[in-house]
């Protein structure tokens, strides 16, 4: 389902932009040359975060005990692991592909399905890669900044990813279908409700800042950590978008 609505989205979004090519060639921004296209986007995903998901992901938050919305967080963490795998591979960091099998092992075994991170707990850190990233360690660009429909920020090159991490998804092979459109719509409620307050890290334009953080957090991730944090101590978990 996720590949499909990236796949729509980037059509879409390219589509609109063949319309409006030539209607302005000079762009502040030269990391995000369909700026406008982006910022009608952003306004619409804004309006319906704002008075659909923020109301059911506060409602979410409020009659889900701490313990058990941690135990959901840690549950699709270890379906994760499958993509981290997966990319630890492509990328060829062999130590990180022990430490992802290792915790989907433990955790999945005696973590109880993944409900319980029992692999943090004995050092055996999560390290969150996408396909995204690989294609970054393999020397491919960002590409046009864009801000899709429904998914947020992204990048050409990781709304690619995305497609591509899809398909490793465990949840696309639950049957039946309603039952994988639920654990989608629960792994998104949970998503959200951990971003809850974030929202008073932002200042100025919320647009640019929203981007800023998007592509200076996955420089962060491409690089694992090596790069210097312009926001200060602000933890880039903090805006996983």
């Known amino acids: 389902m996720e590949?499909?609505?990236?796949a729509l989205a980037l059509t879409i979004l390219f589509v609109l932009h063949?319309?409006?090519a030539f209607?302005?060639?000079s762009h502040a921004d030269p990391r995000d040359p369909f700026e406008g296209m982006n910022r009608a986007v952003f306004a619409f995903n804004d309006i319906a975060d704002q008075y659909v998901l923020q109301p059911v992901a506060r409602g979410y938050r409020k009659v889900t005990p701490s313990f058990v919305d941690q135990s959901i967080a840690n549950f699709f963490n270890n379906i994760g692991?499958?993509?981290n795998i997966g990319n630890d591979a492509l990328q060829g960091n062999g130590g990180d592909v022990l430490i992802s099998t290792g915790r989907f092992v433990i955790n999945t075994t005696v973590g109880v399905l993944g409900m319980f991170d029992v692999a943090g707990q004995i050092g055996l850190e999560r390290d969150s890669e996408d396909f995204g990233q690989t294609m970054a360690v393999w020397g491919i660009g960002n590409g046009p900044y864009l801000m899709l429909p429904f998914l947020g920020p992204s990048t050409l090159r990781d709304g690619t990813g995305r497609v591509v991490d899809s398909y490793t998804s465990v949840t696309q092979g639950i049957d039946?279908?309603?039952a994988q459109y639920g654990m989608m719509l629960l792994d998104l409620l949970q998503t959200r409700a951990s971003l809850l307050g974030t929202e008073e890290l932002v200042s100025g334009d919320k647009y640019t800042f929203i981007k800023d953080v998007y592509l200076q957090r996955r420089e962060f991730l491409i690089n694992d950590g090596k790069l210097k944090d312009d926001f200060g101590d602000e933890d880039f978990e903090s805006f996983d978008f």
């Open 3 to 6: 590949r499909i609505v990236c």
């Open 23 to 25: 209607a302005n060639d």
């Open 18 to 20: 063949s319309v409006t």
């Open 176 to 178: 039946p279908e309603r």
């Open 81 to 83: 692991e499958i993509k």
